[in-house]
């Protein structure tokens, strides 16, 4: 049944694969935003966005039964789904100004940077995993676009080019808003991905035993966290390194530009930040490419550290494949996996916005002295510590 | 008065790294996320209005059906936005009520004036215009917001009585003392 697509031509494959991973991005990216306004109303004892009617219903409804979604109707637009159909309808076809006293070329490219490294990032970050038999023998495969040793390197490497959308968009805007928002954006940004690749080394480190081949591949990453049975040995990596978790989170939360790390928007202060002169669908790209971002930012995290598509510590989804009996249907083990996989990036993305909730906006000099004076110091002895104990126990 | 010196202790370890604090508050929204709304879904469900709420200014009737209004036009003189015009009117000779001799031929209250201060149910002397609980007043005209007589009455309706103040006259009158 599948030989017909693994017939096709390599570059065909890759790009029905690519375009189906941007296709589940983009509605999910887009789906945040309403996840965002529901669940800021719920922790605030509000209902949330719930009238819109789904697209056409209200002229048809007059006309009987005609536009009404059966039996779950009500349930969406309860959910505020359709509000998302509008919302969408809006971004696209509303007028979309370039002010008079920008630098038009940039102010266009700002936001298309934006997208790109949000979108590119996704390549190396595997998805799930199923069992392939190659050459006789059944081998553990990762679901991945691009299955590449360099993986985490990659997401680092690309993900750190958005920093320039932000600097590009306060620049062009010719506004001191958007400039000191692009301004304060760039220096959180680079402070923060510091500490953020310091507190991955460790986890390398030991991914990368003497002896092996050295990879910095995350499906490699997810390998070693998938043990059986109650082995100290091959645990979720977050039990182990517990305070390069902690580090990740908290940049990953700079680096995202999610409160309590908002400062490059910080509406209090400086209207919108780098995004003050943007609207309508310019606007929407930079929004997707934030939540693309948290997405993204996410899935590494969970890849890292908790397990990536494992269901839980010591049962991995080898096993709980072997249990429901689909280790043999490569289609259906990956659905489950890419299932348990999403299913934790949801309870990530809900956790980014639960924090939001929770915790107010730091000042700016606290976020450079959180970032400087507390978390580098803590990620480089984090890294010597383990370094030292690597060391020994591998000797 | 005496000075409290309140000593302030210096926060422990585990409170200058935020972590207790930032699980605490976690835990306070999470509560709240699961809680029941504190909001009314609005043009379906209305707020209870609360006894002596000055909603928009009615007339009411008597539980006999009658109009309580004699068209003395305190209520116009008292108002302070002038949002009330009175025409008087005489009641007919035919009329079961001739005896009250004067009612209003016509009654506006313009409620782009109103500043709801009840001084006009304050000064009525027959109990006749009322601030019920009708909050919102909308309309797409300026003649759409100024209630004439007929819709006074309907958003009035007739209210108990707690005096009878005729009746009781009446009786009186009855016994040889009427005033």
Redesign the interface.
Known sequence: MFDFYFNLPLIVRLIVQAGAVILVLFPIAAACSMAERKISAWIQGRPGPNRTLAPLAGFLAPLGLVGRIPFIGPFLQQMGIFQLAADGGKFTFKEDPVPGHVNKFYFVLAPIIAMIPALTTVVVVPLGAYFAVVDGVSVLKPIVLADVDIGLLAVFAISSLGVYSVILAGWASNSKYAFLGGVRASAQLISYELSMTLSVLPVFLWINAPGGHGTLSLFDAVQLQSGTGFHWDSLWFIFYFPVSAFIFLVALFAETNRAPFDMPESESELVAGFHTEYGAFKWSLFFLAEYSHMIIGSAVAILLFFGGWNPLPWIPLTTLAQWIHVADKPLLMGLVGIAIFMGKVFFSIFFFMWVRWTLPRFRYDQVMHLGWKKLLPLSIANLIFYTLGIALLQK | MAVIQVERKPLTFAERTYIPQ?IG??R???K??F?????L?YPEQRPEIPKGYRGVPTLVKDPHGREKCVSCQLCEFVCPPKAIRITPGEIAETSDNAHVEKGPKAFEIDMLRCIYCGLCQEVCPEEAIWLQNQFSMSGYTRAEMVNDKARLYELGGTLPDDHFKWDKKKTAEGHGNAH
């Open positions: 930032i508050g976690l306070t929204t999470l709240h996320f809680a029941p709304n504190v909001t879904s």
